[in-house]
């Protein structure tokens, strides 16, 4: 269905029209000129992305309702690198005209699908038109005690550092769709090419049999057999709210937090600059899921530096304080990992190897105003 015989408001009712409000804080949501928020007792948090498409998503690749999943997931993972707990969610679109009515039904049935995973209230946004592709812009709002939110500046020298989960594989996943969309442009050009050629000679032969190719060309699935892990790190990312609740469980307040969107690399120099201070990260401690090796290996790319730079893993780099050295250690089993520590600002940033020697941590990772 056209968006244009829905009009705009009609297109509001029916994505909007089997959202239920979860959370006490919400007093009114969508339906009115404002949403209505209610946070008596905490301090509120607020955090914004604007996703473009040809930047930051490659629709030849992720289908509507796996973008409106990651798109919602990426907001959240900003409200628990803060130590806080995400409530609510405003979404704005602007898209061009190739999009139909159930494309956005697809991008609301992946959002609702990360919100109702976090209880998050969909309380507002707005739509309108585009002449340049897909934008989405997203708001979540979250709440936490003064007490225990969690800053970028709290890390102090013995602080150690850690990471949930492991690290690399959303790179790793990205560079295999990559490398599978340019196999599937250089087919499809070819057969176009060839097809045109029988066009222009009159080959009617010809033109039938390239026809039936160019289908079959268009058609083409790649087979991802052995690399479902990969794709989904980069697909439908998960912000880590189970890791804040552990923590929580075990009693370990982090110094410092964020979550790892452009990349280790670019996150540890972060917690360093806003907290005066260095580092050093051993990089035989760095997590690396075993298929993420093997993708490396085949792609002829250096792991370490994959780990480090490749971003959009979406997991938890925090520091805590060395008291809680034994708390932390018993986590290992359930995905947290030690990698290292933090050290006196003057002793800078530093990877330690393998082989034990030192280099200085360089922020290689992603960023999308080079694009």
């Known amino acids: 269905m056209e968006i244009k015989e829905l009009g705009e408001f009609g297109l509001i009712d029916r994505l909007t029209k089997d959202i239920k409000m979860q959370q006490p804080s919400t007093v009114k949501g969508v339906g009115d000129d404002c949403a209505v928020m209610h946070y008596p007792d ?75 995973k976090w209880h998050v209230d969909v309380v507002g946004g707005d739509t309108t038109s585009s002449f340049t592709g897909l934008a989405i812009s997203i708001t979540c709002i979250g709440e936490a005690r003064k007490e225990d939110i969690v800053y970028r500046s709290g890390a102090n020298a013995t602080d150690i550092i850690c990471v949930s989960g492991d690290l690399g594989g959303a790179y790793m996943g990205l560079q295999l769709l990559e490398r599978e969309k340019g196999i599937y442009y250089t087919q499809l050009n070819d057969v176009q090419k060839k097809l045109n050629e029988a066009k222009k000679a009159g080959d009617e032969k010809a033109v039938a049999h390239l026809q039936q190719q160019l289908r079959r060309a268009e058609d083409f699935q790649p087979d991802f057999a052995g690399k479902e892990y990969l794709l989904e790190r980069q697909l439908k990312p998960e912000a880590r709210g189970d890791v804040i609740e552990l923590l929580r469980r075990s009693g370990i307040h982090p110094t410092a937090m964020m979550d790892i969107s452009d990349g280790l690399s670019s996150e540890l120099l972060h917690i360093c600059k806003q907290s005066h201070c260095g580092c050093r990260v051993y990089e035989k401690n760095i997590p690396i899921d075993y298929q993420t090796a093997v993708q490396a290996e085949e792609f002829n790319m250096n792991l370490t530096t994959c780990a480090l730079n490749g971003g959009e893993d979406y997991e938890l780099l925090f520091t805590v304080p060395i008291g809680d050295h034994e708390k932390v250690a018993a986590l290992e089993s359930q995905g947290i990992k030690q990698i290292g520590y933090i050290t006196e600002e003057k002793l800078g940033a530093r990877l330690i190897s393998r082989d034990g020697k030192e280099f200085d941590i360089i922020a290689q990772g992603w960023n999308p105003l080079k694009k």
């Open 42 to 116: 905490t301090e509120v948090l607020v955090t914004t992305d604007m996703l473009m498409e040809g930047v930051h998503f490659d629709l030849t690749y992720i289908d509507m309702e796996h973008l409106g999943y990651k798109s919602a997931m990426v907001n959240l993972s900003d409200i628990f690198a803060m130590n806080g707990t995400p409530r609510q969610l405003v979404v704005s679109i602007a898209l061009s005209k190739r999009f139909k009515v159930e494309d956005l039904e697809d991008f609301y049935r992946g959002l609702r699908l990360a919100c109702d």
